[in-house]
């Protein structure tokens, strides 16, 4: 079903801007996801879309008509002008097309991920970089990881940028979010599963001779402080081998370096 909203004081258009909020994704549920590809990954999730905004002339492209005719089967779609479209969004060149979508009640958490067989898991400490993160769970997705968990102070798994960044991944990527360093070393020494951190020191060894055939959780840091000592202190330390100047790789380089080597350990 289609209809049409025109007025920036519409209680769903001002919903749909409050979520460019941290706290009021959290507190109503709901996160946008916006952009033809991210929608149409979105379309196919089986996540519950609560509704939907598009322009005109998204409507009048091709890929965008048949975009909106799959849409209208799940959830209501409203046309909005292009200008408040513009409001909406937070992108600088708008596609015209975005739904709200529910926060998925997560069917996992610490203990069920660890209780897997073998688990490869990526733990982001205090990332706090929505780029970084996004590209961290399609990187996650792409090697066939099992989860990704955020520790508390991380980036939003939800704000706009992280979902796009992840291409989607965002909807096949098991993720756990808010987790303290108590409830991870618990789950940790409950279920044996080690625990590595990528970081530099003299008892680091290089990436390459860890076996990750068996299970693992590995560790990236705030892009400025890294791992919290506390964390530290319980975890084996990688590290990626470098030449040249680079004092360092980005966050999300190093754990894509990491996450294929353990793929290419797993499928030999």
């Not at 289609?2 to 507190?27: C, D, F, W």
């Not at 046309?79 to 097309?97: A, H, K, N």
């Not at 400025?224 to 990688?238: F, M, P, R, T, Y």
């Amino acid at each position: 079903m289609r209809a049409i909203i025109k007025s920036s004081v519409n209680p769903k258009v001002k919903q749909a801007i409050s979520l460019h909020q941290r706290k009021n994704r959290e507190t109503e549920g709901l996160f946008l996801a916006e952009g033809v590809r991210l929608v149409e990954m979105a379309a196919a999730s089986g996540w519950e879309i609560v509704h939907g905004f598009y322009t005109m002339e998204a409507a009048k492209d091709e890929r965008g008509a048949a975009l909106l005719a799959e849409l209208e089967k799940q959830c209501m779609m409203y046309e909005v002008p292009l200008p408040l479209f513009s409001r909406i969004s937070d992108t600088q060149t708008p596609q015209g097309i975005m739904l709200v979508m529910k926060i998925q009640e997560n069917p996992v958490d610490t203990e069920s991920l660890f209780r897997r067989k073998q688990p490869l898991l990526l733990i982001l400490d205090g990332v706090q970089d929505p780029g970084n993160a996004g590209t961290i769970l399609r990187t996650a997705d792409a090697a066939g990881l099992d989860g990704v968990i955020l520790m508390e102070g991380s980036v939003d798994a939800f704000s706009a940028k992280t979902v796009r960044a992840s291409m989607g991944s965002i909807f096949h990527v098991p993720v756990i979010s808010h987790v303290t360093n108590e409830d991870l070393m618990n789950a940790i020494e409950e279920w044996g599963i080690p625990l590595f951190a990528a970081d530099v020191d003299d008892t680091a060894k290089p990436y390459f001779r860890q076996d990750f055939r068996e299970a693992a959780a590995i560790i990236f840091g705030n892009e400025a402080n890294g791992i919290s000592g506390e964390l530290l202190a319980v975890s084996k330390k990688l590290y990626i081998p470098m030449q040249g100047h680079a004092e360092s790789l980005n966050v999300a380089v190093s754990a894509s370096v990491i996450a294929y080597e353990a793929l290419r350990q797993r499928s030999m």
